[in-house]
């Protein structure tokens, strides 16, 4: 199947999604362009693709919201879509086990068949099973967990992907770092790096989340863990106020960046904004070099 019998399968899809929901906050793409590049593409009129597909639908299911995004590589269905759902109404351990559910569901259909669509109707099907799951506590969710057995441990995740590209995960990487309570960034592009800091259960609750996403390569580059003594330690811990994605382009790379986010950053820039967040030590873990200077872990 070549690139532009994907891109018409994609599209018939899209036409087949806007009909289901044809409400103006039900259905929406995350860049309008996506599908004009395409068909011209198609009727070769046009360059090749350079947006990409991702959509967004909102689903009310039995009065619960449910928000699912996906992200749709260029060759789906050859590939597999990413997918992920929220609701505020799920706790951390719900949302868990309905994204590895429609991780499964995804990758259970067969290969080079549409499954954005299917997707929609298992999770109308399914949805009223993960608000009634049991999770052994009503203080389960991010909001005001207190009492878990790394709830006086301070955490810090430095993660490493081969790259991050896609809009709908690095919406939803910023999304369930703040949810969770946790400060730090996510560098996109290639590679890709993300550090997440604040208390040990909401750190490692972000961490099982992310890495069940369609990844090419996803890794802890290291793992700092601090006991804490109260909410004022865990302020004194953290290297970071807020949880950002953060960028360094040079002026040239700037446009091809906004088009496709596949631009290098510039890691000299990325190097002093470790240090100025007095973790420049970790950029040896990262690439295997000593930055200029390279700084001392003032914290543990």
């Not at 590679?191 to 890794?219: H, M, S, T, Y």
């Given at each position: 199947m070549?690139?532009?019998?994907?891109?018409?399968l994609q599209?018939?899809?899209?036409?087949m999604?806007s009909?289901?929901?044809?409400g103006?906050?039900?259905?929406?793409l995350?860049?309008?362009?996506?599908?004009s590049?395409?068909q011209?593409?198609?009727?070769g009129?046009g360059?090749?693709?350079?947006?990409?597909l991702d959509f967004?639908?909102n689903i009310?299911?039995?009065?619960?919201?449910i928000?699912l995004?996906?992200?749709i590589?260029s060759d789906?269905?050859v590939?597999?879509p990413?997918?992920?759902a929220?609701s505020n109404?799920?706790s951390n351990k719900?949302?868990?086990k309905?994204?590895?559910?429609?991780?499964d569901y995804?990758?259970?259909v067969?290969?080079l068949?549409?499954?954005a669509g299917?997707?929609?109707l298992?999770l109308?099907?399914?949805?009223?099973?993960?608000?009634s799951?049991?999770?052994g506590?009503?203080d389960?969710?991010p909001v005001?967990?207190?009492?878990t057995?790394?709830?006086d441990?301070?955490s810090?995740?430095?993660?490493?992907?081969h790259?991050?590209?896609s809009k709908?995960?690095?919406?939803?990487?910023?999304d369930?770092?703040?949810?969770?309570?946790?400060t730090?960034?996510s560098?996109p592009?290639?590679?890709?790096?993300?550090?997440v800091e604040?208390?040990?259960?909401?750190?490692?609750?972000?961490?099982?989340?992310?890495k069940?996403?369609n990844w090419?390569r996803l890794?802890i580059?290291?793992l700092?863990k601090?006991v804490m003594?109260g909410k004022?330690?865990?302020?004194?811990l953290?290297?970071?106020?807020k949880f950002?994605?953060i960028?360094?382009?040079?002026?040239?790379?700037?446009?091809?960046?906004?088009?496709?986010?596949?631009?290098?950053?510039?890691?000299?820039?990325?190097f002093?904004?470790?240090?100025?967040h007095?973790c420049?030590?970790?950029f040896?873990?990262y690439?295997?070099?000593d930055g200029k200077?390279?700084s001392?872990p003032g914290?543990?």
């Amino acid at each position: 199947m070549d690139i532009k019998e994907c891109l018409q399968l994609q599209l018939s899809e899209v036409e087949m999604l806007s009909s289901m929901f044809p409400g103006g906050c039900e259905f929406y793409l995350g860049d309008d362009n996506f599908t004009s590049e395409a068909q011209a593409f198609i009727d070769g009129d046009g360059e090749p693709v350079t947006s990409s597909l991702d959509f967004t639908i909102n689903i009310i299911i039995n009065n619960h919201k449910i928000e699912l995004r996906f992200d749709i590589p260029s060759d789906y269905p050859v590939c597999k879509p990413d997918c992920y759902a929220r609701s505020n109404e799920l706790s951390n351990k719900q949302h868990c086990k309905l994204n590895q559910d429609l991780r499964d569901y995804i990758y259970s259909v067969d290969d080079l068949e549409l499954c954005a669509g299917s997707t929609v109707l298992w999770l109308q099907d399914n949805a009223h099973l993960y608000f009634s799951l049991e999770t052994g506590s009503k203080d389960d969710s991010p909001v005001t967990q207190t009492t878990t057995k790394n709830d006086d441990t301070f955490s810090r995740y430095w993660i490493y992907s081969h790259h991050i590209r896609s809009k709908v995960k690095r919406k939803n990487i910023i999304d369930l770092a703040r949810d969770n309570h946790l400060t730090g960034f996510s560098l996109p592009g290639r590679p890709g790096i993300i550090c997440v800091e604040g208390r040990g259960d909401n750190a490692e609750d972000f961490w099982i989340r992310v890495k069940g996403w369609n990844w090419q390569r996803l890794v802890i580059k290291r793992l700092e863990k601090e006991v804490m003594s109260g909410k004022a330690d865990e302020r004194s811990l953290r290297y970071f106020t807020k949880f950002e994605e953060i960028s360094f382009l040079s002026p040239n790379q700037q446009t091809r960046y906004h088009k496709s986010g596949s631009a290098n950053m510039d890691m000299g820039l990325f190097f002093k904004y470790l240090e100025d967040h007095n973790c420049g030590y970790v950029f040896k873990d990262y690439f295997n070099v000593d930055g200029k200077g390279d700084s001392k872990p003032g914290k543990t």
